[in-house]
Structures are given as C-alpha cells and as structure tokens.
C-alpha cells in the first residue's frame, strides 16, 4: 500500500467533521498527522495522555464521530497513550480510496486533534507478482486428524515472500512458509481460510482455501475425481501455458491426473504448483500428480507406468495405471484416407505397437484386476490410447466413421475382456448424441492435421475395475479454442480434450 501525506494539523478554533458538520473546538490541544513511509505510520501529541486514548480510521465519505457521539464503528484503530509517539495501522485490507485518521479520548469519541486525510493508493505489486487463482479447495480433512498442506506454489513473483493467516476458522494455522496446518476438532466442519501472501515491497495478494472437513471416524474419500490430460510436450505451444494449466486443475476439483507428454518435468513442475503429490519415471512422457501420497510405485511396462494411491493410510487405496499408446500408423486415416480393410487395419494396430503395449500392461495389471485383489483395492487406467473405442464404431455412425462399423479395436476390447469398465461410456451410453470426442479442439472437421478433413474421435479413456459407481464423465476444454496455426494464445494448452470422471466409493 502507498499513502500520500496529508494535513498534519495542529489544533484550531473549528475541528471539521466530516459530512461538512462544525464541532466547536476541544479544549485539549493536541497534533496528528501521517509519517511517510511502506505502512500507514501516524504522529500523535496531546496535552491529557491516557491509557484508553486511541486513532481510528474510518471513510473520508463519511462515518467518523460528530459532537462526540459514534456515526459508525472504525475500520482499523490502535491505543495510543502517551503524550506523544506514534503508531501503524495495518490498512493491507482496505480497498485503495480517501479515510480520514482520527484521535479520540478514552475510549470514547472526544477529538484530541483535527481529523487527518489519508489517502490510500493500493498495492504497488510488481509485474506477475499474486495468487495464479483466488480460491482453491484442497484435499480433505477429518476430525481429529493431523492435516497440513503447502499452498506457497500458488504463489508467483515476489521477493522474501511472507505467509499468514488473515481470516478463518481456529483450527488452521498458516506458517510464514505457507505451509497450512492444524487439527480439526469434534464439532469443526467444512472450514475457509484466507491467506495473504505478502512481498518485501508490502505488495499483497490473498488466496481464499477451501478444506473439506469428514466427521471422526468415517471415510475420509467418499467421493474423487480422476482426470487424464495429455499436455501436448507439456503445454508449451501455447502462452503462460503455467498459469492456464493450474486454473484449469482447480476450476475442475480432480484429485488424481493421468498426464501424458509431461517429459521435461512438467509433472514435478504442475504438483509442485498445487502443493500435490507426484510420479514420474526416469524415462518416457507418462506422470501422475495426485492430492493423496503416492505409496508404491509399480515401474513402467511398455508404454504405461503403475502407482498405488492413498487415500486414506491403509483403510483406502487405489491401483492407478497410466497409458501412452504409439501414434503411427493412426487406424482412423487408414480407414478414411485409405480405404483399408478391417483386417488389414487391425494389422496395422500391431504394427504401431498399440496392441502390444496394451497387451503388455493388462498382463502387468492381471494380479490387481483380479476379482478378489480390485474388490478390495480398485483399479483405475487412464490415458491416450491413439485409438479409437469399438464402443464408437457402432452401425448408427457407419457414415461418421466412413463407411466402417463393428471394428474390434485392440485397445478397447482387451481391457473390456479383462474386465475394465469405460466410466465415459457408463455415463453416457449412447454414442450417438454423446460421441464424447477428444481428438482434436485444435483440427476441426474440416482442417485436418494431414490436410485432409480430421477424423473425430475419442482416444483419450478412463477405465476402472472393482468397487467403484460412476458418478460423471464429462469432456473437457476450456473457452473455444482456435485451430492449430492460431493456437498460441487459446485458453486451452492441449491438442487433445481431457476427461474427467467423478467417481462414488
């Protein structure tokens, strides 16, 4: 904040008030007026000292006392007792405008000086410096329990950056670092916080935190969303690709997210952002960042990597698979541009090593999608496949897939077979009025990647085996992106659409 000085006012014959009001002058002499400087700092004097005297800050619009009778409670205030010194008021929360300081008497509304003016001019942030969104809700909590949760990742710009609590319910504490912690109580519910982050130079910026408070001793996860989100070689074909990602995880609630093309570190560089959980193996583009710690890591298989997720310690975990299938040949131009037969297409699939490498995961998988092993802990795969499903290719859209239906592709039919349920086509089992396709916001119809009308379709899957409902399964990409070659500003950082199931434990 930055203040401009301002009357410094000795005591006169007429004390003006505001709303134009005279008061006849007091008979104690006294001075106040604003120190220069990065808080609001005000000198005082007065002839009669007292413990209980006091400056307050009220609207220069009006509100301060008049005829020593209370117009309107203070906005800020501090006891200033001495005969002469001075104090700060903390005004970080006030909007930038014209107040007026006023000294009073015993803790009453006697004037000890003239009012003074002050002017507030807002924050002098630098460039980039704030929260990149101004609410998030974090990971559940519950009764009783230990929580913390770093939230300082949020935070962009700035220097020697400060942390602290500025509002919200007692349990929470907030560190200098960041860092929330605390302990709900028996009767503390769904608590909201808000934490200012504040610069070297006063600049501020406050973040609203949302925690889901569970009762002691029920399920701390009975409701997650799990997402897959291919980055497209991690966002970086499109402007403050960071910022534009971080939104959208937090618009969307998930809990857990299946990446693809997030080699580089892009998926230590997202969590890291969010205060998450993450895995990402050593070679490949596949990673998985997550609210909940991450308790095994299973290795890589082919073209996917497995993890098991704690949701709640022992008492609730999930198996979580995440895929990244070969891209060429692509079935789809095969069959439109080409022409192919079923079986030659179906070929091809093996040669792109699409159909191996689902192979290959599903055989790593087996033990946990066994019925007894996904009954107690569920399994989820979630990622780009680089195929169509055969749940798409039905006869009613015969003319939209080319002239092809009934087409058994690999990808979709062996997790089928192995008991893998599509959540997206659980939600929305007609194909027809929800095609649910995710390749491509960035190659329409009518402007293909290879110069040919684009192939719609849906490539992008979230498959679950064990004691899971689905809830929702919705496509997702935000604003209108426009098509690739106009791309590098859209709101949306991906060639693909991501997906988001809600899931019911």
């Not at 509304?109 to 980039?128: E, F, R, W």
């Not at 909201?192 to 910026?205: F, K, P, Q």
Request: glycine share 10%.
């Amino acid at each position: 904040m930055l203040f401009s000085s301002i009357i410094s006012a000795a005591l006169s014959a007429l004390l003006l008030a505001p709303m134009g009001l005279v008061q006849a002058a007091p008979t104690i002499e006294g001075t106040l007026a604003v120190v220069d400087g990065d808080l609001l700092t005000l000198a005082y004097t007065t002839t009669d000292p007292y413990k209980t005297n006091w400056i307050g800050l009220y609207p220069a619009s009006g509100g301060a006392p008049v005829n020593e009778q209370p117009v309107s409670g203070s906005l800020v205030w501090k006891y200033a007792p001495d005969a002469k010194g001075t104090i700060q008021l903390d005004v970080m929360s006030l909007a930038a405008g014209e107040y007026v300081a006023c000294f009073l008497a015993r803790d009453g509304y006697k004037y000890l000086a003239s009012q003074v003016k002050v002017t507030i001019k807002g924050n002098t942030a630098p460039p980039g410096f704030g929260f990149i969104v101004p609410s998030i809700t974090l990971r559940n909590a519950r009764q009783g329990d230990p929580y913390e949760y770093d939230i300082s990742g949020l935070l962009i710009g700035g220097t020697l950056v400060t942390f602290q609590k500025w509002d919200g319910d007692d349990w929470v504490d907030v560190s200098s670092k960041g860092l929330i912690s605390g302990t709900p109580g028996k009767t503390d519910k769904d608590s909201t916080v808000i934490v200012r982050a504040t610069s070297s130079d006063r600049a501020t910026s406050d973040l609203k935190v949302t925690i889901p408070v569970r009762k002691a001793g029920t399920t701390l996860v009975a409701q997650m969303k799990i997402m897959t989100f291919n980055l497209w070689v991690g966002g970086t074909h499109v402007n403050d690709y960071h910022k534009k990602q971080i939104r959208f995880v937090v618009d969307t609630n998930a809990d857990i997210i299946g990446l693809q093309e997030a080699t580089g570190g892009h998926t230590k560089r997202l969590a890291t952002a969010l205060g998450w959980y993450y895995w990402q193996p050593s070679s490949g583009d596949l990673g998985v960042i997550s609210r909940y710690p991450i308790v095994q890591d299973y290795g890589t298989v082919n073209a996917s990597g497995g993890i098991r997720i704690a949701l709640d310690g022992e008492a609730q975990q999930i198996n979580f698979w995440d895929i990244h299938l070969g891209y060429t040949p692509y079935g789809p131009y095969d069959f439109c541009f080409d022409k192919m037969t079923v079986e030659k297409v179906l070929q091809r699939e093996a040669q792109s090593g699409r159909t191996p490498q689902i192979t290959d995961t599903l055989k790593a998988m087996a033990p946990q999608l066994a019925p007894a092993a996904s009954n107690k802990i569920p399994v989820i795969m979630v990622g780009d496949t680089n195929a169509p499903s055969h749940l798409d290719w039905v006869e009613k859209l015969r003319a939209k897939n080319c002239g092809y239906a009934g087409v058994p592709w690999p990808t979709s039919v062996q997790p089928a077979q192995a008991g893998m349920i599509d959540s997206y086509r659980v939600a929305h089992p007609d194909p027809v009025g929800f095609p649910g396709t995710t390749w491509s916001p960035l190659y329409p119809f009518n402007q293909g990647a290879t110069g040919k009308p684009e192939p719609q379709d849906r490539i992008d899957f979230i498959y679950h085996k064990g004691r899971l409902t689905v809830v929702d399964s919705t496509v997702l990409v935000v604003g209108s992106p426009k098509p690739s070659g106009s791309h590098q500003n859209n709101d949306w950082t991906s060639d693909h659409a991501a997906v988001l199931t809600t899931y019911r434990f």
